[in-house]
């Protein structure tokens, strides 16, 4: 049997790349004790040689490891709870297993990303900048982005038209009849909380209407934190706002209740609107109208997409358009 045909072994590639049998074992398994640059070279030498052990179904020269890993910087609020449970059911419709990440640390992201722990990355994570996106782009690493507009060969973006649903909310509450307005913003790194904002702010200047800084409240995404800027607003005794846009549903909440709290009437002196239609917006009194935005669908598209770019596909832009869903908390104001 010829050299050229004879089947590449384990000592192969323990050989040529310099190391032990055990070392290349640990770096075919995944086993986390080797430093990602170690790991990395062994794989490459294996791809080199077209060595494919019997790892399960696994094939090594195609880097598949059948595993999808979804990075995030918070878990907190029903949103990244609905958006993991989509995408983990989404892996399972496309056979695929979920590893989910949750770390604010970009070294230790790019480590289990570039250690080849998943097949692709699906990133909602602040701390992945353009450093780190550059050597994904580099690497070829298929990669959806879920918090920003990054089109690639393999990187696609699955977005809302955060936007344009700002605009939205703006031309709703104009044509109710307000005209003095309050912003309670999310965090003030998120793509969707700055999109909103702009959107809202820029069809509000077309009515020739701005929004003083006094009006502009921290919220951060969280119930308690948009009650405690509501209640400090209140407390200041500055003229109540016609109408509250909050940058997501639990600040939306938050707000509602700090008024309620503070003897202010929603809607009848207040009127508050949210974004995103979690569930808790319809059980609440009064129930909280809100943007519909369908960040189950994005879940589901997301995981697609990769799995598409994983097979061949190049990336692309998917944009997902919200609507205004009316409840008990807007209404038009009274003349």
Do not use: W
């Not at 323990?14 to 049998?21: D, L, M, Q, Y």
């Not at 449970?85 to 056979?95: E, L, R, V």
């Not at 509250?244 to 207040?270: K, T």
């Amino acid at each position: 049997m010829s050299n050229e045909n004879r089947k590449i072994t384990i000592k192969d590639v323990a050989r040529e790349a310099g190391v032990s049998i055990s070392t290349v074992s640990n770096a075919l398994n995944n086993v986390n004790v080797l430093h990602p640059d170690t790991k990395e070279r062994i794989l490459e030498v294996a791809r080199r040689l077209n060595y494919t052990p019997n790892l399960n179904g696994r094939n090594l020269k195609a880097g598949a490891t059948g595993v999808l890993g979804l990075f995030l910087g918070a878990i907190r609020g029903p949103y990244y709870g609905e958006l993991s449970d989509s995408i983990y059911n989404a892996c399972k419709d496309n056979g695929y297993e979920l590893e989910i990440f949750l770390s604010y640390d970009a070294r230790h992201i790019m480590a289990n990303i570039m250690g080849h722990r998943v097949d692709g990355a699906i990133i909602l994570n602040g701390a992945i900048g353009s450093d780190q996106v550059e050597v994904l782009k580099n690497q070829g690493i298929p990669t959806v982005y879920i918090d920003r507009i990054l089109v690639g060969d393999k990187s696609s973006s699955v977005v809302f038209d955060s936007y344009n649903g700002g605009q939205k909310v703006a031309r709703f509450l104009l044509e109710l009849g307000h005209k003095r307005f309050m912003f309670i913003e999310g965090e003030v790194t998120n793509y969707d909380a700055g999109e909103r904002k702009k959107g809202f702010f820029d069809e509000l200047k077309k009515a020739g209407i701005t929004v003083s800084d006094d009006y502009i409240l921290r919220g951060e995404f969280e119930r308690k934190a948009a009650y405690d800027s509501v209640t400090e607003f209140l407390d200041s005794g500055k003229p109540l706002p016609d109408a509250v846009f909050a940058a997501n549903d639990l600040s939306a909440i938050g707000a509602s209740e700090a008024f309620r709290d503070g003897g202010v009437s929603v809607p009848d002196q207040v009127n508050v609107i949210g974004c995103d239609d979690i569930e808790l917006t319809r059980l609440v009194s009064p129930s909280i109208t809100t943007i519909r935005t369908f960040f189950e669908k994005q879940g589901v598209i997301a995981v697609d997409k990769l799995v598409k770019m994983i097979n061949g596909e190049s990336g692309e832009l998917i944009t997902l358009n919200g609507r205004i869903i009316p409840r008990e908390s807007t209404k038009a104001k009274d003349s």
